[in-house]
């Protein structure tokens, strides 16, 4: 065996290809090694260390394994072929890059609902995690309009998924404590709730309901125990007999 030869093993830590693709590649035929060892063991010679690395650059702009196995077979490629391939991986790069600011100002507006609490419930936060989500995901055009209720950048959106979240929070905690529905408290986060309500559905446009009501999928996660959702019922249904 030659000192300049690479095992299996080697030409993974070398080049960041594993070993399981060597031998994939071995496989199908794309990278064949030079020679082998007693036992099977597969060897590779500088020689097959290149042609890796040519395979590694044009996998890297987007080329199938198949076409990279017919471009090393010719040993010449068009230019047009070459261009269209880099355009078509830099759009991918610039989508990926554009899920990954998405994803960092989800994350960002998450901090900014939670901060200034101890401790957060759970069940609370995941409500909030896939509501963000799955609106983004549904409301996508207009969750980008500056001026929409469903841009999460802006400071409206934050201000109102606080405000929301805290009432959340407070109605938590007044079941937590057993405050009874009828009472001042629980008067006062009825009223804020149906007024933030009330707010939020008077800045969303006609279209923008409609394109909400065909969500394919609903957010089936519900940030209330049956407790808390029966003390909301019944602190509403108080408050509507008061305001007859």
């Not at 060597?22 to 199908?28: A, S, V």
């Not at 017919?70 to 830099?90: G, N, P, R, T, Y």
């Not at 900014?112 to 069940?123: A, P």
């Not at 007044?174 to 009825?190: F, I, Y």
Request: proline share 2%; hydrophobic share 35%; charged share 25%.
């Amino acid at each position: 065996m030659s000192n300049n030869m690479f095992t299996i093993g080697q030409l993974a830590k070398q080049t960041g290809v594993t070993i399981r693709t060597l031998r994939y590649y071995d496989k199908i035929g794309l990278l064949i090694p030079t020679d082998y060892k007693d036992g099977g063991h597969r060897l590779y010679s500088p020689d097959d260390l290149l042609r890796l690395q040519q395979i590694q650059s044009l996998k890297f702009i987007g080329f199938s394994l198949k076409d990279i196995a017919d471009l090393l077979e010719s040993h010449d490629v068009e230019e047009q072929q070459l261009i269209h391939s880099i355009a078509f991986k830099k759009r991918e790069l610039i989508a990926e890059q554009e899920r990954i600011h998405q994803t960092i100002d989800q994350l960002d507006h998450m901090k900014t609902i939670i901060s200034g609490y101890e401790k957060i419930d759970v069940k609370l936060f995941c409500f909030i995690i896939h509501s963000i989500l799955l609106e983004e995901e549904n409301l996508n055009e207009y969750s980008q309009i500056k001026g929409s209720i469903h841009n999460f950048r802006s400071e409206e959106r934050v201000n109102l998924d606080k405000e929301y979240f805290s009432l959340f929070m407070n109605l938590k905690k007044l079941v937590a404590n057993e405050t009874n529905p009828k009472s001042d408290e629980a008067l006062k986060l009825t009223k804020h709730l149906v007024a933030l309500s009330n707010q939020t559905l008077s800045k969303i446009e006609t279209a923008e309901i409609k394109s909400m009501d065909q969500y394919d999928e609903p957010n089936i996660l519900n940030p209330f125990t049956e407790e808390e959702r029966t003390f909301l019922n019944n602190a509403f249904v108080y408050m509507s007999k008061l305001q007859e």
